[in-house]
């Protein structure tokens, strides 16, 4: 009896060992918990914290995310808690989760300087009436598709208070050297009160489809702006913000509406300068100064016979020089010259005139 006991006992062991043994050394599991944004920046923006994050989009041990994931955004506001924030781990016994931003919601944006990170940026609105002074800590946190956080990134603290509204883009005109930007002034804050207390104004253009950029490095007086680096036939969007008053950097307002524009060359050139006329044995010189048009195409030179009302025109394909000769003309009698220049778009401007000119008597 005992002998069949530990030929029994021998077989379960075989047996056990055989179901659950396993080769190789034992693996971990696989972990559940998303990347946690490791740098956020935020900054007020107008009546909107702007945040701004590259989403690592993978777990902690290098798996994808994959479709579904969301950021939530945590604040703790003086109002809610006392004191200012420490370390991360008394941010989240104290902070609160105030929004969920879907990937629809971003929009992408790349890290200043060369090489910088893609990411998404996101506006959230501060709540109607609490545009007061006071300070903001915020973070991040990674939830992926079966809504398993990742840990709250490094809290980041934003200076919030009052700005001025945005101003009101009123006239964009187009001249031959410049983009004329007028705008009205904002009238009040974001709190509501007023005057608005105005620092100064930065105008962004975007070209296309590229991002916005600044063409005041300096917040400028305004209400007024001239752009000279345009490009005829471009299409730009224009859009104004208002500084709030006081250290830099400047506070910016949120935008003014776009106001979208496409350039177009009508502006001719100017009549070319220094028109004369030189008689010689038998013809006629002209010489005038070089036109200092960026888009000059060439010259047409004209000429009205003694007693016509009309100029004709004697070269109907355009010159590029600064001098003609006219080698048809008759002796014992006087002509009149003028001289027009044209653009590359065909704009072609006024004409310069000499005064009567002609051979006089009979050669030798």
Known sequence: MKRSAEILALGLAVLLGTVCGKK????????KEPKAVERLNAYQRGGSIILEWASPGTYVDGRKLGAGATAELWILDPEAAAARPGASQDFAVRARAVRRIGAAETKPFRAAGPGGAAGATFAYP???????????ALALRVLDAKKRPSKLSPPVTVDVRPCPLPPE???????????EIDWAPPAAETDGSSPARVGG?????????????????????????EDRGFRFGASYRYVVRACAAGPEPRLESDDS?????????VFPPGPPAGLAAVPGPDVISLVWDPSGDDDL????????????AEFVCLTPDLIPG????????QRDRTYTYAVSAADKNGNEGPKSETGPVGLKGRRP
């Not at 489809?209 to 005041?216: F, G, I, N, R, S």
């Not at 509406?257 to 060359?265: H, K």
């Open 24 to 31: 190789g050394p034992l693996q971990s599991p696989l972990a």
């Open 126 to 136: 501060i709540a109607a009436g609490k545009t007061g002074q006071r300070t903001l």
């Open 169 to 179: 883009i009123r006239d964009v005109k187009v001249f031959a050297d410049r983009v």
């Open 201 to 225: 104004y930065t105008v962004y253009r975007s070209e296309g489809d590229a991002p916005p950029e600044k063409l005041t490095p300096s917040p400028v007086a305004g209400p007024g702006f």
């Open 257 to 265: 509406a776009v106001r979208e524009i496409v350039p177009q060359d």
């Open 297 to 308: 195409a060439g010259y047409r030179v004209w000429r009205k016979d003694e007693g016509a």
């Open 322 to 329: 600064n001098a003609f000769t006219d080698a048809q003309v």
